[in-house]
């Protein structure tokens, strides 16, 4: 079945909010090549001094430490994948969360239900931030830091105060 919204772009309801978070990322891949090779090259000379003092078990130990560090930045590598999107129109509140794997859960809230939910540390600032409505409480924007969850929440709830104030009729 197809509605308004799908035939004509005038009847689509325009975007009150809309937000594509992602975790920080450590490195790019070429920064992260980079470093590889420079700490192989450090491991590898360092081993070899100790293989030419007659140490060479030791040789081994140090390509070890170079392994964990490769499968650390892979499994920060994978964690990026994931992402947050929230999008607001007057008549809904959509969050869309995927998984580092790909798996998508997605809530759909009323925003005149919807209220955001603050847990505020006194020292550190936000912490976390939940919509909540209807007995439903989702967390959301976990990506980001206590001074961009704050800039976040308020573009969120300026959203939601004009989501309430309804759509603006134009004569």
Known sequence: MTTGTDLDPEWAEPKLFSALLKPHRALSHKAFLVLMGFLGTISFAAGLGFW???????F??????????YIAFKVVFARGRASEEISMTISELRVRRTSPRGQVVEWVLNPLWVRLEKIVHAEFGIE????????????????????????????????????????????
């Open 128 to 171: 976390h931030l939940y919509l909540v409505s209807s007995g439903r409480r989702v967390s959301i924007a976990s990506y980001l830091g206590a001074e961009e969850k704050a800039s976040f929440a308020n573009a969120l709830t300026a959203a939601l105060e004009a989501a309430r104030r309804g759509p603006v009729v134009q004569a």
């Open 52 to 58: 030419m003092l007659g140490a060479w078990p030791v």
């Open 60 to 69: 081994g130990f140090f390509g070890l430490d170079l392994l964990a560090i």
